[in-house]
């Protein structure tokens, strides 16, 4: 196609090629800019699955607006060949740079992973799961900026687009596959693009895929029966937080994988900026020799450390404590204004090596239980969900391993406050009108479902019987629910924020009818019995239709809620007997 055009591009050179298409470079003569074009391969394009998929992906594109997601320019037809143009990218692809280098520095694959992270989450709020996230989908810009492209066999959950893979095939790469997109169960969901995730950030820092095999079906069978390895095991050298994140985004239970790519992002956000502001970030250390801990280093060992380094036969005298204003290797009797070269040479190099450890023990000393209280007091005092993420990790796990038993209380209500944030965020989803649209909006059978279940109750209560009969259903949920169990308590949490807001309701409108009233009984005290009338009324017929307010109307407005009937002294509507 070398020089023919496809409606008013016209194509210059191939520079890729796939299963279902060729992507060619080519110039829109309109506008002289250079665009990517993909058009269907003659042989793909007499299958008509081919081109359904052709024309989704096409559809994806065209709706998508994201800074990294490839952009979509525009589609056609022209002599009976379907193509679709995208802005063209000068930057290279991931796989090319995986080629050149081998494996990235951790710092510069967690700016990408951020980004990819973005394009990840975006597609996922649009219902798109992309299933082949791979080095050769994802592209530079010249300014270096990542863009995810190749929808080609992306999974359109808004819509039964099930049907374009055929009973008994898996599509991906095999590299990249989580377990359900291998067998077909649990459904595959936005978590089965989070395990390409891990796998592809595994690679882009150890330089290759985490299980390798001489087949893709064998490959198939390790991703679904083997434990998948840890970055650390052949880069050490890397953040703990990063190797443990890239290993939970390699679960093979979708349901133990990152909550969605937007928790990914914040907790690599968290990593990228504890290493912008300088902070000691914990690494992984290989090796019999390496202390689990730096940290733990004691005054006495310290002592050592610096008596080991004084050679034998120096007059350098005792060793003092660390901080200490006098210089002992300087001690002991010496010629008036002779040097001694070698004393010189001992002393400052007992100097440095005392220096650096007592740097490292200041830096790396396990810092009091005050000092860890007072740091999780300022991070759970942020905004940010991040922030809350470092007070568990750095913060609530030391004092439950350095002070079991204790704080207890604090370290409750701390973790109270994240669940709380956790069930809120869930609950949006659970709760949108089209949550059945998507499976990672639909409840997870337990807690998610009881939850569900109450809310559908509590908004059918409300309508019939008022906030009176909604609290109690919320009332009801709770005592369905374990208090003391993590993955319940978010929701007796939620349960409990429910009532509070429902009850404050309740208190609010009470007050405000009393109000009234007492307006009311004012006007009719100066003899504007009309006025006062008037205004009982239209309390009634204001709030009426709220259950918990019509013993105050009966009993204050002397009118009947319900049927909006003047009430006599007897108590009854005017004109009727009382019920006995």
């Not at 595959?188 to 595994?202: N, Q, R």
Request: proline residues 6%.
């Amino acid at each position: 196609m070398i020089g023919q055009n496809l409606g008013t591009f016209l194509i210059e050179e191939k520079i890729g090629s796939g299963a279902m298409g060729v992507v060619y470079r080519a110039l829109h003569e309109k506008t002289g800019k250079t665009a990517a074009v993909k058009v269907i391969t003659n042989e793909a394009g007499s299958k008509a699955r081919v081109n359904e998929r052709f024309e989704r992906e096409a559809d994806i594109l065209q709706k998508f607006r994201h800074p990294n997601i490839v952009r979509f320019l525009a589609r056609g037809r022209y002599q009976g060949t379907n193509y679709v143009a995208m802005e063209y990218l000068t930057g290279g692809t991931l796989e090319d740079l995986l080629d050149q280098q081998t494996s990235l520095p951790w710092r510069e694959v967690v700016d990408y992973a951020i980004q990819i992270c973005d394009a990840l989450h975006y597609a996922h709020q649009q219902q798109i799961i992309h299933r082949d996230l791979k080095p050769s989908n994802l592209l530079f810009s010249e300014k270096r900026q990542m863009k995810l492209t190749d929808f080609g066999i992306a999974k359109d959950d808004s819509e039964d687009a099930e049907a374009l893979t055929a009973t008994g095939r898996t599509l991906g790469t095999a590299a990249y596959m989580a377990p359900e997109q291998i067998k077909g169960e649990p459904k595959i969901s936005h978590k089965t693009d989070l395990y390409a995730l891990g796998c592809l950030l595994f690679q882009m820092l150890t330089g290759q895929t985490p299980f390798r095999g001489s087949s893709p079906v064998v490959l198939m069978h390790m991703h679904l029966s083997e434990k998948p390895p840890r970055v650390s095991s052949k880069v050490p050298d890397i953040p703990r937080a990063l190797d443990d994140l890239i290993l939970a985004l390699m679960a093979k239970d979708p349901a133990r994988r990152p909550f969605d790519a937007e928790k990914v992002k914040q907790d690599l956000l968290d990593l990228k900026m504890k290493a912008k502001r300088g902070e000691a970030i914990p690494s992984v250390f290989q090796g019999g020799n390496a202390p689990a801990r730096l940290g733990m280093i004691s005054p006495s060992t310290v002592t050592d450390v610096v008596a080991s380094a004084v050679p034998d036969g120096t007059t350098a005298g005792p060793i003092r404590a660390v901080g200490s204003s006098r210089r002992p290797w300087l001690d002991g009797p010496r010629l008036a204004g002779a040097v001694d070269p070698e004393r010189v040479k001992v002393g400052a190099m007992v100097g440095v090596l005392v220096a650096g450890v007592a740097f490292l023990v200041y830096m790396l000393w396990p810092p009091s239980a005050e000092a860890l209280l007072k740091q999780g007091e300022s991070l759970m005092a942020s905004k940010q969900l991040a922030d809350w993420q470092r007070a568990e990790r750095d913060v609530i796990s030391e004092l439950d391993r350095r002070f079991p038993g204790q704080f207890d209380e604090q370290k409750r209500a701390w973790l109270d406050i994240m669940e709380l944030e956790e069930a809120r965020r869930r609950s949006v989803v659970l709760e949108s009108p089209t949550a059945d649209a998507f499976p990672y909006s639909r409840p997870k059978p337990g807690p998610e479902t009881v939850f569900v279940t109450h809310a559908q109750l509590a908004r059918a209560a409300a309508r019939v019987g008022g906030d009176a009969n909604a609290l109690n259903t919320w009332k009801d949920m709770i005592r369905a629910l374990n208090a003391e169990d993590r993955a319940e308590r978010r929701w007796v949490l939620l349960a409990q924020e429910r009532i509070r807001q429902i009850e404050a309701d309740m208190a609010n409108r009470r007050s405000i009818v009393a109000k009234m009233l007492d307006e009311a009984d004012t006007l009719a005290r100066a003899g504007r019995d009309a006025e006062a009338q008037k205004l009982r009324e239209s309390i009634v017929e204001q709030y009426g239709v709220h259950p918990d307010l019509h013993p105050l109307i009966r009993e204050r407005a002397k009118i009947d809620p319900l049927t909006r009937k003047p009430i006599d002294p007897a108590g009854a509507p005017a004109g009727e007997t009382p019920s006995l």
